[in-house]
């Protein structure tokens, strides 16, 4: 068998279990104590935390041995695995699994150069892939080339977790919530960066970024597309999904929950579409 596992950084909630995705979840720390993310720790606690202590929390990779661990209890029943990291420039969690890797056998580890959703769409190819009779070295090295194909960007509601992040000044995030600027983030190149800036409500917003966004990356694999949020409110999510519906022919339009990897960065009320952008390669 073939085993499609992650780090708890891919965000497909309720996907994990439907697909049969493992995950480790990563160590989020808030003050002087530690959770697992997605275990014990969700997004709400640290929307609670931010707005009582002022202070974003702290992320920790797993260790070496951790990773050596999860992998072995597949491998032990002659499993291969194919693993699936956020991003190296994010976090230290693809160094740690390489280095567990080399102590077994047929464990693949895929620097997704993405975080979020973006992760998660190339472990649920993989998984499509694994279904479909494809050997562990397929997937692997078809993996490798969807990578930077892969469209992740997420409009910021609220320049507050930034702020506190270091990602903005203090005059930058007065003079945004002044003039109703919500900026865009993007995944290039396996780091985030600020893209285009639109201004006024959210939803109107929201739904110039999804338009934008189609046109700019418009070669579309139209298997799926994710809609990830923090939070939003169910009526901006289904706007979305039907400004999809309207604008491009996904035969999935999946809705998830981002966990706390991406509500650290930024806040509540952040949404993005994921999807991966190479239909006529």
């Known amino acids: 068998m073939i085993k499609i596992t992650c780090d708890s950084t891919a965000d497909l909630d309720y996907l994990f279990e439907k697909r049969n995705i493992d995950f480790l979840p ?46 072995k209890k597949y491998t032990d029943c002659g499993d291969s695995v194919i693993h699936f990291n956020i991003s190296s420039k994010f976090s230290a969690s693809n160094e740690m699994a390489k280095k567990a890797a080399a102590r077994l056998n047929n464990v693949f580890v895929v ?53 506190k992040g270091g990602r903005c000044s203090g005059i930058a995030s007065f003079a945004a919530s002044v003039l109703r600027i919500k900026p865009t983030i993007l995944v290039k190149d396996g780091g985030m960066v600020v893209g285009k800036k639109y201004m006024g409500s959210f939803d109107k917003v929201i739904l110039k970024y999804v338009a934008d966004t189609l046109n700019s990356f418009n ?55 994921l999807y991966i952008n190479d239909g006529k390669k």
């Open 219 to 273: 070669t579309p694999d139209y298997t799926r597309i994710f809609v990830t949020h923090t939070y939003a409110d169910p009526q901006t999510v289904e706007l979305v999904r039907q400004e999809i519906q309207r604008l491009a022919p996904f035969k999935e339009i999946i809705e998830t929950k981002a966990g706390c990897t991406v509500t650290s960065h930024c806040g509540k009320n952040t949404l993005g579409i």
């Open 26 to 71: 990563l160590i989020v720390t808030l003050g002087a104590n530690s959770f697992y993310d997605g275990v014990d720790i969700a997004p709400p606690d640290i929307f609670s935390y931010v707005k009582e202590n002022g202070a974003l929390p702290k992320t920790a990779a797993r260790s070496e041995e951790d990773f050596y661990e999860f992998f």
């Open 111 to 163: 620097d997704s150069y993405n975080l979020s959703t973006g992760t998660g769409l190339l472990a649920m190819h993989a998984a499509d892939m694994a279904e479909s009779g494809c050997s562990a070295q397929e997937i692997y090295g078809e993996i490798k080339n969807r990578i930077p194909f892969v469209q992740a960007s997420f409009v910021v509601d609220t320049m507050e977790y930034l702020r």
